[in-house]
């Protein structure tokens, strides 16, 4: 299994937590379009969280490089539902006043294009599959949750992020100050194939390995 990100911070965390849990990953520092890695080797491409920041034209193209004939190109997303007046809507309608630019509010899962979009990069037997789950926080656990949204922790500035959550600890404590809070997810899956390539009887492909994400 390798790794890929283009941000060397993300895979220094990774690091840590392979080491507490024992695993042994390899990483590399590259951009999901292009990453290095050689192609046709690899079972398994998935990409949890982050198939919405990719060129994605050029990140299929690679995905489908980078499989085995028949091989499995995974996207998943767990995101948080907004309903009207639960903590997700309320804290999404802080990041406004300090990202004025945010256009992700109210993200309900994966698009329905992006099964069409595989499907012109030439992927096969695409399926997709989702179900509802409700996960405890505490209001620590919440704000850092929050932190890490696209229109907070990957868009603004140190100061703004640490005024957002300022903000944010007030209205838990107002507006939702039992713990845990209860706040339902979905989780969304769009699995592709990569086209089985019949090779001629005497040639025999190796093992291939895990691309854990990118």
Same mark, same amino acid.
């Given at each position: ?35 290095g890695l050689p192609g046709n080797a ?17 990140? %299929?193209?690679? /995905? =489908?490089? &980078? ?7 995974? #996207? ?6 907004? $309903? ?81 959550? %300022?903000?944010? /600890? =007030?209205? &838990? ?7 845990? #809070? ?6 969304? $899956? ?25």
């Amino acid at each position: 299994m390798t790794g890929v990100d283009i941000a060397p911070e993300m895979l220094s965390e990774a690091r840590h937590a392979d080491a507490a849990g024992g695993l042994e990953v390899a990483y590399r520092v590259a951009p999901a379009e292009e990453t290095g890695l050689p192609g046709n080797a690899w079972d398994v491409v998935c990409a949890g969280q982050r198939w919405h920041w990719f060129d994605r034209q050029r990140a %299929a193209a690679e /995905a =489908r490089r &980078l499989l085995v004939s028949g091989g499995s190109l995974a #996207i998943c997303y767990r995101d948080y539902v907004v $309903t009207p007046g639960n903590v997700c809507a309320a804290s999404e309608e802080l990041v406004p006043a300090h990202n004025p630019s945010w256009a992700m509010a109210g993200w309900t899962g994966m698009p329905a294009t992006w099964a069409a979009e595989l499907g012109s990069a030439g992927f096969t037997n695409i399926k997709t599959f989702g179900f509802g789950i409700t996960v405890p926080f505490t209001h620590e656990a919440w704000r850092g949750r929050m932190r890490t949204c696209n229109g907070v922790g990957a868009s603004l500035p140190e100061a703004e992020v640490a005024a957002f959550d %300022a903000n944010l /600890a =007030r209205q &838990l404590s107002e507006r939702f100050p039992q713990e845990p #809070i209860m706040v339902p997810h979905g989780i969304s $899956t769009l699995i592709a194939r990569r086209e089985i390539v019949r090779l001629p009887r005497n040639v025999h492909r190796s093992g291939g390995f895990d691309l854990g994400q990118f």
